[in-house]
């Protein structure tokens, strides 16, 4: 049972750097989600999916971008790093919003330091 | 925008102490309501979640929560609590008839329960 699984775990970048967190699901959940989470702060929504080729943005999406070309995987990239992107980054899935079942099955998380 | 508020950032415990996290929520409309908890080192899982029918949830681990619609709350409530209940606890709600989909989130309790 992988449930959702991200990549890396932990990540130190140089600002302007980029790189590309990976996330993939084996649920056949139709969204998928990216947050972060700051101390403090919960959880924000970064950028959302509620299918493959389709993507949306959440409350804080800039400086990040997201593809979803199959259901399973939904990439988070970030172009040109910055210390404000240090976080600690989730991915989530769950079924379609118009079901009863909308819970989030969340990854397992990537610690990303930015200096 | 919807909102979500929990009163307490930090809560300290002795083990066998009752617990009651608040949790109150600015929509109006309906809403699905949900309890995360967060161990030490780990993602966030499912404690419980509300959709409709009685307001008294129970979840795991001996986990309830009652939602009152017209105080807007869902507070988490344990008649007694264990050392392994040290976690941070994070409401959420999503709203099931929106075009989109996203699940905001509280800023999260820690609870720690000494031994």
């Known amino acids: 049972n992988a449930g959702v699984t991200q990549t890396p775990k932990f990540r130190i970048l140089k600002i302007g750097q980029s790189m590309t967190l990976q996330c993939t699901q084996d649920m056949n959940h139709n969204y998928m989600y990216w947050y972060r989470q700051d101390p403090g702060m919960g959880l924000k929504l970064i950028y959302y999916?509620?299918?493959?080729?389709?993507?949306d943005k959440g409350e804080v999406p800039n400086g990040y971008n997201v593809s979803r070309s199959t259901t399973e995987d939904f990439p988070l990239r970030l172009e040109l790093a910055a210390p404000s992107q240090t976080s600690v980054y989730f991915c989530?899935?769950?079924?379609?919003?118009?079901?009863?079942?909308?819970?989030?099955?969340f990854g397992q998380g990537t610690r990303l330091t930015v200096v | 925008a919807q909102s979500v508020s929990q009163h307490n950032h930090h809560v300290i415990l002795s083990e066998a102490a009752s617990l009651e996290l608040g949790c109150n929520y600015s929509?109006?409309?309906?809403?699905?309501l949900f309890w995360y908890v967060q161990y030490p080192g780990q993602h966030l899982q499912l404690l419980l979640k509300?959709?409709?029918?009685?307001?008294l949830v129970k979840g795991i681990k001996g986990f309830e929560a009652e939602f009152i619609k017209s105080k807007f709350s869902f507070n988490l409530r344990k008649p007694s609590v264990q050392w392994s209940d040290t976690a941070e606890y994070f409401c959420?709600?999503?709203?099931?008839?929106?075009?989109?989909?996203?699940?905001?989130f509280g800023a999260g309790t820690r609870l720690f329960v000494k031994a």
């Open positions: 509300y959709f409709s029918g009685d307001p």
């Open positions: 999916s509620v299918g493959a080729g389709i993507t």
């Open positions: 929509y109006g409309g309906t809403v699905n």
């Open positions: 959420a709600v999503n709203e099931p008839n929106t075009g989109g989909f996203k699940t905001i």
């Open positions: 989530a899935s769950s079924y379609s919003a118009q079901t009863m079942n909308t819970e989030a099955f």
